[in-house]
Structure formats: C-alpha cells, structure tokens
C-alpha cells in the first residue's frame, strides 16, 4: 500500500472538481478531510448488517406520487429530485448515510438542491411513478433495473434521469455528482467529461497498475460477436497510483474463494487512460480509452462482466468489498443473469 498524501493532487484529483466548481475549498485542506473518510475503506467490512439503517430525518415524508414529489420541489425552488433506493441491511448504504450524509457540506448542499425520497428496494409501499403506474416499492425498483445499494436516481425538472449513482462513492466524487446535476451540466456533458475539466486532470501519474495471475496478456483481443466464447468475460478498468485499486487487489482478490471464482473467467486488465490497442467484447477496434469513454467509465477501479456472446451483464463501477464481489462472481458463473436480468433480483429470489 502507499504511504500518507505525497501530494494533493496525486492522491486526490477528482477533488479538483471541488475547486474547479468555485466551493471555496482549497485541494489540500479537501484531501486532509477526506483522507481518513477514503481511508476508512481499507477495513470496511461490507457483510449484511445485524442493526438496520434509518433514513436521515431530513430526506421527505413523501406519500411516494413521483410526480407529487417533484412538483414541490421545483415550486420550492429546487432543481429537481433524489429517489435513494436502499436496504434495512446493506452496508454501502450505512457507508453513504454516515460518512457523506455526516458532512454538513454535503448535507446542506443535497437540501439546498433537491428533494431526497428514501426507498426499500423490498419495501411493499405503494409508488406511483412518472409514467402514472402504480407499484410497490420492490416492483419499482426492478422496473428501474436497480443492481446494488444504494442507488441514487437525479431526476431534473423535466422528470428525465439527469444521473444515477449505483453503489456507494466516497464524499469528494458523491459532492461532484450533487454539484454535476445541480449546475446542469448533465444537459451537454456525461459525468466523466465533466470530471475531466477539473484544474487537476483526473489521469495519475504514471505508474505500474496491479497485476493478477489470471489476467490474459496483450493483445487484448476480447471479441466473442462471431464466436462464442467458453466462459464468460470481466474487464478490470484501472489506473495506476490508485488507492481504490490497491485495496482492491490485497484484500478481495487475496481471498482464496474468490480467486477460486475468477480462475474460472477470462480475464484482462485495462488502463483507463492508455491508447492500448483494444478489440472489444463486441468486435470494435479502439483503444482502452477510447473505449472507457464510450462507456462513460469514471471511477477505478470498474468491473465489466460479458457472456459468452460479448453481451454485458452487469457493471461494478463503485466501491467494492469481499461480500459483494463475491455475490456478483456466483451471479455470473451460475449463469444466473440469464433467468434473473438484475442482480438485485437474483439477490431476493436466493435469500428467499
């Protein structure tokens, strides 16, 4: 692992956004804050919770009609509208609701911006949604093809999906995202552009990336269009001087049932930045980088799982712990997505 901040930019540059959007906050004071908040992840243990979570008091009382919800929030003056979409047990969620939604910034600028409505993604509350239609919550949040907790769903002032959030992000790219929707700049930009104007670019410095015994070396000729495969694909999107990466790869993948796991699917690794010759699960030639910006890829390091066909089956681009990982691995390798078309719903139909 790395040693303590060698230098704000290096460690931190996504906090340039901050600066970049006028805060007031200086990099380095921003990358002391948050330091020991990222740092936290090194030992999060993200098994099911014994104790359920509550929503903040702060987020709406709300009878739950979408359209309702945001009409008051822009009669308010607000920008638009939040649907967190959460579990009673999930540990990411305890992570955002006690470390970002611990930070009067953050806080105060959510309330000043929208109007947040929390949802249990097995909650039986009746939902009406934009389109008219009724349903409970759980059927709501397989209708919007929810994978993990939490997800965060922007909605603007034209009811449109401004952004969505799957997963849990530390605070510096959670009040980027806040400050991306609030600002409209999701009108003309995706989130990964808009992170890249920052004053400090986004790209680290160069450097070796982590290796694994299992990833398949250059050429990364990863097309399965025309022939099927043997077995399914993940792609790891990494950069290098990551802290996210690094805990990733000395503490899930040092485990063994879950280096078990991906012994039994190709694999290859990408540099998010680097023009390395790419041949795409699809059959597209392009670049690594390229192909992350197609993608829309923003965070590292990001896990993109393909079938035998080139088809993608899900994406874990947010933070990511050894009880997660290791449930999207027996997803995939079980073939599961194939009855189940989310995660989540795999997830409810096997805790049954």
């Given at each position: 692992?790395?040693?303590?901040?060698?230098?704000?930019?290096?460690?931190?540059?996504?906090?340039?956004?901050?600066?970049?959007?006028?805060?007031?906050?200086?990099?380095?004071?921003?990358?002391?804050?948050?330091?020991?908040?990222?740092?936290?992840?090194?030992?999060?243990?993200?098994?099911?919770?014994?104790?359920?979570?509550?929503?903040?008091?702060?987020?709406?009382?709300?009878?739950?009609?979408?359209?309702?919800?945001?009409?008051?929030?822009?009669?308010?003056?607000?920008?638009?509208?939040?649907v967190y979409f959460g579990q009673k047990h999930c540990a990411y969620c305890k992570k955002l609701?006690e470390v970002n939604f611990a930070r009067n910034d953050i806080v105060d600028y959510t309330r000043?911006?929208?109007?947040?409505?929390?949802?249990?993604?097995?909650?039986?509350?009746?939902?009406?949604?934009?389109?008219?239609?009724?349903?409970?919550?759980?059927?709501?949040?397989?209708?919007?093809?929810?994978?993990?907790?939490?997800?965060?769903?922007?909605?603007?002032?034209?009811?449109?999906?401004?952004?969505?959030?799957?997963?849990?992000?530390?605070?510096?790219?959670?009040?980027?995202?806040?400050?991306?929707?609030?600002?409209?700049?999701?009108?003309?930009?995706?989130?990964?552009?808009?992170?890249?104007?920052?004053?400090?670019?986004?790209?680290?410095?160069?450097?070796?990336?982590?290796?694994?015994?299992?990833?398949?070396?250059?050429?990364?000729?990863?097309?399965?269009?025309?022939?099927?495969?043997?077995?399914?694909?993940?792609?790891?999107?990494?950069?290098?001087?990551?802290?996210?990466?690094?805990?990733?790869?000395?503490?899930?993948?040092?485990?063994?049932?879950?280096?078990?796991?991906?012994?039994?699917?190709?694999?290859?690794?990408?540099?998010?930045?680097?023009?390395?010759?790419?041949?795409?699960?699809?059959?597209?030639?392009?670049?690594?980088?390229?192909?992350?910006?197609?993608?829309?890829?923003?965070?590292?390091?990001?896990?993109?799982?393909?079938?035998?066909?080139?088809?993608?089956?899900?994406?874990?681009?947010?933070?990511?712990?050894?009880?997660?990982?290791?449930?999207?691995?027996?997803?995939?390798?079980?073939?599961?997505?194939?009855?189940?078309?989310?995660?989540?719903?795999?997830?409810?139909?096997?805790?049954?």
């Open positions: 692992m790395h040693s303590r901040l060698q230098s704000c930019n290096k460690w931190f540059p996504l906090l340039a956004v901050v600066v970049f959007l006028g805060t007031g906050h200086t990099l380095c004071k921003a990358a002391d804050d948050d330091f020991d908040k990222f740092g936290e992840l090194d030992n999060f243990a993200d098994a099911p919770l014994t104790e359920a979570v509550t929503h903040p008091a702060w987020f709406k009382l709300s009878f739950l009609d979408l359209r309702d919800d945001l009409k008051e929030a822009i009669d308010s003056g607000k920008q638009g509208l939040v609701l000043e911006h929208f109007d947040v409505i929390g949802m249990d993604i097995h909650g039986q509350r009746s939902v009406t949604g934009f389109d008219g239609n009724e349903y409970d919550e759980h059927g709501f949040a397989l209708q919007h093809h929810i994978n993990f907790t939490p997800t965060l769903i922007f909605y603007d002032k034209q009811q449109r999906e401004a952004l969505r959030l799957s997963g849990y992000y530390p605070p510096y790219q959670f009040r980027a995202a806040l400050e991306y929707v609030a600002d409209g700049f999701y009108r003309r930009e995706d989130f990964r552009s808009y992170l890249a104007r920052a004053d400090v670019p986004m790209v680290f410095d160069a450097g070796e990336m982590n290796f694994e015994d299992f990833f398949s070396p250059a050429p990364h000729a990863l097309d399965r269009s025309h022939i099927a495969a043997q077995r399914p694909l993940v792609v790891f999107f990494e950069q290098s001087d990551c802290h996210a990466c690094d805990i990733l790869h000395t503490g899930p993948l040092r485990a063994d049932d879950i280096g078990a796991r991906m012994a039994k699917l190709d694999a290859t690794q990408l540099n998010m930045w680097a023009d390395t010759p790419v041949i795409t699960p699809g059959g597209e030639h392009t670049t690594a980088k390229k192909w992350a910006d197609k993608l829309g890829l923003f965070y590292t390091p990001t896990l993109l799982f393909f079938d035998e066909h080139g088809k993608e089956i899900l994406r874990v681009d947010s933070v990511v712990q050894f009880y997660r990982l290791r449930n999207v691995l027996d997803y995939v390798l079980s073939g599961a997505y194939r009855e189940y078309p989310t995660f989540q719903q795999w997830r409810t139909a096997t805790q049954r």
